[in-house]
């Protein structure tokens, strides 16, 4: 355990900063995994705009990796892209 004070302040940051990173990107992951569900272009138009906003402001804050955002806003296109091309068929 620390024992100094700026030490112990320290730990109680990075709880801090560990628990808000943790909410961000499972909320991001929820959010990506719903809207892989869903089933009407009109619902995938309007999400996934702020959908790709969370991914920046992960990679911007460094919960995740900037390459690792790139990854996953093209795999969200792509999913979408077949989505639609499935639904016009």
């Known amino acids: 355990m620390a024992n100094h004070s700026a030490t112990k302040k320290d730990v109680r ?7 808000r990173n943790r909410y961000y990107g499972k909320t991001t992951r929820n959010a990506i995994r719903d809207l892989k569900t869903l089933e009407e272009q ?5 999400k996934l705009p ?12 460094g919960i995740i990796h900037k ?5 996953l806003k093209s795999k969200l296109a792509k999913h979408v892209a077949v989505k639609q091309v499935v639904k016009k068929k």
């Open 50 to 61: 702020t959908i790709v906003s969370q991914i920046d402001k992960l990679a911007k804050r």
């Open 67 to 71: 390459n690792k955002a790139a990854n």
């Open 13 to 19: 940051q990075a709880t801090k900063r560990r628990d």
């Open 42 to 46: 009109k619902a995938y138009d309007e």
